[in-house]
């Protein structure tokens, strides 16, 4: 649709990979229908998924509070700005105090930037170990901080970014039916548990249903070709659909 705007978070290292195809057709495809799109190729990006205490910089670039010896050696692209409490470090306090100060790493405000004037976002990724691959898991721990994304109060419904939607395209390297409710991995229903329900809506997403290539590896190219497409013929329809009744009955009550 015209005037929208979507994210595109994907992490796969090759371009030419099953997932850089549907990143690919899904850039073709919303760019036909007049739709603005950003890509966060993380890989590409070198993006860093560990959440560390360099993720509070020293906005004015002032003499840093808190700077350690070798990460000035080491050519560190920012001063390591002052902590809320230095004697002992807590992430989750120091990430919502810093954005709270606008004092986050540059990295990761540009990426909240681009999910604030996101209509849609799509994460694109393999399922590694029944989740995100970890640049991935590390986008989603950096960018989608208290303050930012949720705060408490302020959850699941009253998440503050409840007025975007967000869909899971992922690979498998199991089939449908070892993901099927009798199969030996289990329903693909239980994995999308945490993602979509233990982050995304949490963060206020309203979550669309996933789009879940199975095992491109051992499909064959005919099949392979029919799962792009099946991705493509679907985002002509994405802004007509109705978000997943994301409860835990969607889940495990089937
Ligand atoms: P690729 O190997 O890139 O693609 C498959 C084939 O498709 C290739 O031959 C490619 O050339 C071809 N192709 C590309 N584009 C097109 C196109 N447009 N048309 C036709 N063919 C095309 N799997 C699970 O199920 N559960 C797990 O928990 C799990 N954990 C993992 C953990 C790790 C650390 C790793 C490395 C893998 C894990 N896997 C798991 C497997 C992983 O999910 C799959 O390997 C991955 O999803 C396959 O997607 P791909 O894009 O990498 O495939």
Known sequence: MAGKKVLIVYAHQEPRSFNGSLKKVAVEELSKQGCAITVSDLYAMDFEPRATRKDVIDRDLHLPVVIKTEEVMCGAQHLIGALSNPKFFNYGVEAYEAFKKRSLASDITDEQKKVQEADLVIFQFPLYWFSVPAILKGWMDRVLCQGFAFDIPGFYDSGFLKN??????????????????????????????????????????????????????????????????????????????EPIDCTPAWYFGH
């Open 164 to 241: 975007k939607l967000a869909l899971l395209s992922l690979t498998t390297g199991g089939t449908a039916e070892m993901y099927g409710k009798t199969g030996v991995s289990g329903d693909f229903r239980y994995f999308l548990w945490p993602l979509q329900h233990g982050a995304l809506h949490f963060c206020g997403f309203k979550v669309l249903a996933p789009q879940i290539s199975f095992a491109p590896e051992i499909a064959s190219e005919e099949e392979r070709k029919a799962m792009v497409a099946s991705w493509a013929q679907r985002l002509k329809t994405i802004w007509e659909e």
